[in-house]
């Protein structure tokens, strides 16, 4: 019976694993491609796209393009403070609100809330985005501040992450030892920062990783609120190389290559936390 | 202890966040004897005693560096910082920045931006001193006032390499020779004979494909008035493209250059940069494309193979026969509306150092690579295409370009024209699609 | 095991004969508690979505171009315009078939991976960072990339497998571009939402499967009747995010075909910013726009609200 069973899974794994790599290589392959044509210039790039090295050996000077003409330290600095501070406001903030939302959701203020933020979501950002600067622009002069980008992304970001939040409280996080906090005597305020938001953390991680990827990657928000060029993130920066009727393909390969870096940093990173704040929570 | 932690960084990201970004003002006073009082009297300006800054949005991604380093060389001179910056899509862009209150001061764009803008935004620049040498003629010209100042003549033709040519002939490649289809269609039977299967080489692209409608317009009598004049005639009922011998004549060639078409087997799977590296090399002869087309196709020119452009073949069409067509593509604004007298001041300035300054030409001619609008510039053009652009210009063999298609020309009528490349369309279909896009819509003038 | 609800209401209000001064504390009180932990996300939702919002439905009202100052109110005419705008409808259509194999696709195998990943086959740190990777190409790049794979090393598959369907770009005809763009979406998307499938079964309390083991049951009823129920809100979760990603994209569909060939894969995003800025019909867009927005929305909030129909609490 035992050896059976051994048997059985062996097969199953052995097929998964199989399965997996052609996953992977399929996911893998636009990568490989990026990077091997960091590696090549243009010429080399449009007319022999297969070719793995160039003919004129690896062009590091895409990379040095990349750094000078992109001003890379500045936009990198300026993706990171805009990144980081964006997530970490998003990440308190709209994790209180859902679990008050979940909390209360008989009391119409929040159904009202909840409802308006979900239809948010569904708004294509062209319907807002003129009316956007045009008031604050326009009328307000907000723009061209970094400030005020984080607390744009904040405003646009929350639905969505209350929206996760919402349905990973409502189904794991247990209200039995709220209670018994709550009889104890803890305030409302404690009993979410030293009880939920601990039990939050698959969830909290994962939104982490999302919008930190979302709002690297961003650019749409970032061009219209961003016009000085010193306050550049990393995706207009690389726009640099595009032209108006063909681009500048190794210098944007190694601009991508560059820009991609902290952020897999980062997800491998994460990866590990996530299953340690899991192994801890299950120990409770 | 963590919690500590967390707030000490969360200060360190903070601080560098509520830096807003300002354009650094180095305010430094200059003294004037740097610059010639000749210089100033051209100008129209002297040096700013307080740094003026200035922005400066560039369509024309390609000569940013040439024009960085002009910007940068100006503002020395006279005290003025231009922050440039590009887009490639200026239309947008120019409705964004104004909704935001950002208009750049100076900026390159086409002429249906400035026919949006001039309006309400941009600075009449009728009293200018360039206008009178070639600024009227050829800027963007709004209620008989000129707003743009024309900053590149381009033209629409064949692109070809010389050398490829020759090679096979085994003569000198006169391109007027063969400014008839059947001419042309003789010359390409000899390429076809010595090696060349496929000499000619067309776009995929929506913006190309859309370029070949304007050979129907261009080509009506070579000029913008016979143009618009047949356009009107058309939205009156009175004429259809069908009845039209100049539109049969582009459409016979645009099949026989469809038929020699190195892309062939995919017409729609083109790759511009591959299309480019075709010809440059020789495995093709000609391009149908343009000579603003040099930045992509330079780094497959060959050494010591010779290029250049010529007319679209056409039959039955003897007025026009031999000749591109060409006219100023993209112009220079000034914006009136977010900027200050003295920005505005500054832009002029810049745009007077552009056209009469040594160092102003210099910047415009060999390091943009532009032909210029104005008849005092007397530099030569230096890459091939502008040689051979100017050599037309001066033969009289450049026709006035299209400069009256409504905005909506291309996402309407762009794809049709790519269908029948690729075979789904007959030239039946397009000329009523002609027809019936022309007697909604009349010609901008 | 579960609770009869998952509200604090019933403890924190207080009993129904001590009215008056108490009531009123904790009404206090709860606006206060409300404030502080919602209001700041509602301060500037309100700030950044909202009133833009209102005022982008004010600019469908008017014949604003995009750059005059004047913004005459011409009423409904914007929408009437719409109602004949063909190609608009056309590239909804075709919006609506991208968005729906899309969020099938992704869906399926997002769910499968995620199971895979955390099932403990060996690697798997490193297999989620893979499938996680395609997120972090966006934008015009990934366009470019993959119009490059489909263009270029396409063809040159035909010389190992000789179908017709590797002769020519896929790009160059309309069946197999709309493919191309659902198969750039699967492949950008699932390992987004792979993760957050994985939250899901992560956050499955491992003591109902513990004792549903013990109890006997086989894997795949404890699947069946376990896992699932309490996946629900993820996969609404997810459904929602890959409707409303898929339906919006705009930036994949310009670098990818450009629309083409000959307009067949222009959908609504692409046709409304064209309409917008290179049309100057900026009212007209706006309004197709938010046509856009509420059969998206009709769409998406029917499919959320069945979803947390059947959601339990634990």
New interface residues.
């Given amino acids: 019976m035992a050896s059976e069973k051994r048997n059985s899974t062996k097969h199953g794994i052995g097929v998964k694993t199989v399965f997996g790599c052609v996953l992977c290589f399929l996911y893998l392959l636009p990568f490989v491609l990026v990077l091997v044509n960091s590696f090549k210039?243009?010429?080399s790039i449009?007319?022999f796209p297969l070719q793995l090295i160039d003919d004129n050996g690896l062009q590091v000077i895409n990379y040095a393009n990349a750094i000078v003409k992109m001003d890379f330290f500045r936009a990198f600095?300026n993706s990171i403070?805009?990144t980081?501070?964006s997530v970490?406001v998003l990440v308190v903030f709209s994790s209180m609100a859902a679990y008050f939302l979940v909390r209360h959701s008989t009391w119409k203020v929040c159904k009202l809330t909840f409802s308006l933020m979900l239809a948010s979501m569904a708004v294509p950002f062209q319907v807002v985005?003129?009316p956007l600067?045009?008031i604050?622009?326009?009328?307000l002069?907000v723009?061209?501040?970094?400030?005020t980008l984080?607390l744009m992304n904040f405003g646009f970001g929350v639905a969505m992450c209350i929206f996760m939040c919402h349905g990973f409280i409502k189904s794991s996080v247990p209200i039995a030892v709220e209670e018994a906090a709550k009889i104890d005597g803890c305030s409302a305020h404690g009993i979410f920062f030293r009880i939920v938001f601990p039990l939050l953390k698959p969830i909290l991680s994962t939104i982490v990783i999302l919008e930190s990827m979302g709002f690297w990657n961003d650019f749409l928000l970032p061009s219209?609120v961003?016009?000085?060029?010193?306050?550049y993130t990393l995706p207009l920066a690389i726009?640099?190389f595009?032209?108006?009727?063909?681009n500048d393909y190794g210098n944007i390969m190694a601009g991508l290559v560059l820009s991609m870096l902290p952020i897999l940093m980062l997800y491998i990173l994460l990866q590990r936390n996530i299953i340690s704040g899991v192994v801890a929570g299950a120990v409770k | 202890m963590k919690k500590a932690l967390l707030v000490c960084l969360?200060i360190a990201?903070?601080f560098?966040?509520?830096?807003?970004?300002?354009?650094e003002q180095s305010t430094t006073v200059k003294s004037e004897s740097s610059v010639s009082s000749e210089e100033i009297a051209q100008v129209g300006g002297s040096p700013f005693s307080k740094t003026v800054a200035i922005?400066f949005m560039n369509?024309?991604?390609?000569i940013?560096e040439a024009l960085q380093a002009g910007c940068k060389a100006f503002g020395e001179k006279y005290n003025v910082e231009i922050?440039l910056?590009?887009s490639?899509?200026p239309?947008?862009a120019?409705?964004?920045?104004?909704?935001?209150?950002?208009a750049p001061t100076l900026a390159i764009v086409d002429l249906a931006n400035i026919r949006?803008?001039y309006?309400?935004?941009l600075v009449d620049l009728s009293n200018e001193p360039w206008v009178s040498l070639g600024g009227r003629e050829l800027g963007a010209l709004m209620n008989g006032k000129v707003y743009g100042m024309p900053f590149t003549i381009e033209a629409t033709g064949l692109l070809y390499n010389k050398t490829a040519i020759e090679k096979i002939i085994g003569k000198t490649f006169v391109p007027t020779d063969y400014a008839t289809l059947d001419a042309f269609k003789a010359l390409c039977t000899e390429l076809q004979k010595g090696g060349m299967k496929y000499p000619v080489v067309l776009n995929?692209?929506?913006?190309s494909v859309n370029k070949t409608y304007q050979w129907i317009y261009a080509y009506q009598d070579g000029t913008i008035k016979g143009a618009i004049q047949f356009l009107k005639a058309v939205h009156d009922g009175k004429t259809t493209y069908e009845d039209n011998a100049v539109f049969q004549g582009v459409m016979d060639t645009y099949d026989y250059l469809a038929s020699t078409n190195i892309n062939h087997?995919?017409?729609?799977?083109a790759?511009?940069?591959?299309n480019?590296?075709y010809v440059a090399e020789g495995k093709a002869a000609f391009w149908l494309n343009g000579t603003?087309?040099w930045?992509?196709f330079a780094?497959?020119a060959v050494e010591g193979m010779e290029y250049g452009i010529c007319a679209y073949p056409i039959n039955g069409a003897p007025a026009v026969q031999g000749k591109a067509f060409g006219a100023a593509t993209k112009f220079i604004m000034i914006d009136t509306v977010n900027s200050s007298e003295e920005q505005k001041k500054a832009a002029k300035i810049f745009l007077n150092w552009l056209v009469f300054t040594k160092e102003g030409q210099d910047c415009l001619v060999n390091q943009c690579e532009i032909v210029p609008a104005f008849s005092n510039v007397a530099l030569e053009p230096t890459n091939p295409f502008n040689v051979s652009l100017k050599k037309l210009i001066n033969d009289g063999l450049l026709a006035e370009g299209v400069t009256y298609s409504p905005?909506?020309h291309?996402?309407v009528l762009a794809?049709?024209l790519?269908?029948y490349l690729?075979g789904?369309n007959s030239r039946m279909d397009i000329a009523k699609l002609l027809d019936e896009y022309w007697t909604k819509r009349l010609p901008k003038e | 095991m579960s609770r009869p609800s998952g509200r604090l209401d019933e403890t924190s209000l207080p009993a129904r004969g001590e009215k008056g001064m108490h009531s009123q504390k904790s009404h206090h009180r709860d606006i206060v508690l409300f404030l502080s932990f919602v209001g700041p996300s509602i301060l500037f939702f309100v700030l950044v979505f909202i009133v833009p919002m209102m005022f982008g439905v004010y600019l469908t009202l008017t014949d604003w171009?995009?750059?005059?100052?004047s913004k005459a109110l011409v009423g409904l005419r914007n929408y009437i315009d719409v109602l004949s705008d063909g190609s608009f409808w056309k590239s909804m259509g075709n919006t609506v078939q991208y968005s729906f194999v899309s969020v099938v696709m992704v869906n399926c195998l997002a769910f499968g991976l995620a199971y895979m990943l955390t099932s403990g086959i060996r690697g798997e740190h490193w297999l989620r960072a893979v499938f996680f990777i395609p997120n972090l190409i966006g934008g015009l790049i990934l366009g470019y990339i993959w119009r490059f794979v489909f263009?270029?090393v396409v063809?040159n598959l035909y010389a190992f497998i000789p179908l017709e369907l590797f002769k020519?770009?896929w790009?160059?005809f309309p069946g197999t571009a709309m493919a191309a763009m659902i198969i750039v979406a699967t492949w950008q998307y699932s390992g987004y939402i792979m993760l957050v499938y994985i939250a899901g079964f992560i956050g499955i309390p491992q003591d109902m499967i513990e004792a549903a083991r013990i109890d006997g049951a086989k894997e795949s009823c404890i699947t069946r009747k376990i896992r699932i129920p309490l996946m629900v809100p993820s996969i609404v979760v997810s459904l929602f995010l890959t409707l409303t990603r898929t339906f919006k994209v705009y930036d994949l569909n310009v670098s990818l075909t450009?629309?083409?060939?000959?307009?067949s894969t222009?959908l609504a995003a692409m046709h409304i910013?064209?309409k917008a800025?290179?049309?100057?019909r900026?009212g007209v867009g706006q309004a197709e726009a938010l046509i856009m927005f509420v059969v998206m929305a009709v769409i998406a909030l029917t499919q959320t609200y069945i979803g947390k129909k059947r959601e339990q609490e634990v």
Avoid at chain 1, 143 to 147: D, G, P
Avoid at chain 1, 226 to 231: A, E, M, P, T, V
Avoid at chain 2, 94 to 102: I, N, Q, V
Avoid at chain 2, 265 to 269: E, G, N, S
């Fill in positions: 210039r243009k010429v449009v007319k600095v403070v805009i980081v501070l970490m985005m003129i600067i045009t604050y622009g326009g009328s002069h723009l061209n501040s970094r400030t984080i219209l961003l016009g000085q060029r010193s306050l726009r640099t595009y032209g108006t009727f063909s | 969360c990201f903070v560098p966040a509520f830096a807003n970004g300002t354009i922005t369509s024309k991604p390609e940013t922050e910056y590009e490639s899509s239309g947008d120019l409705a964004k920045k104004y909704a935001s209150g950002e949006d803008l309006a309400e935004k995929s692209e929506d913006w087997a995919d017409p729609l799977a790759d511009y940069d591959l480019a590296s603003w087309a930045p992509d780094p497959f905005s909506d291309r996402s794809a049709p790519q269908a690729a789904k | 171009n995009g750059y005059a100052s263009s270029r063809v020519q770009s790009l160059s450009a629309g083409g060939p000959y307009d222009k910013y064209a800025f290179e049309e100057q900026y």
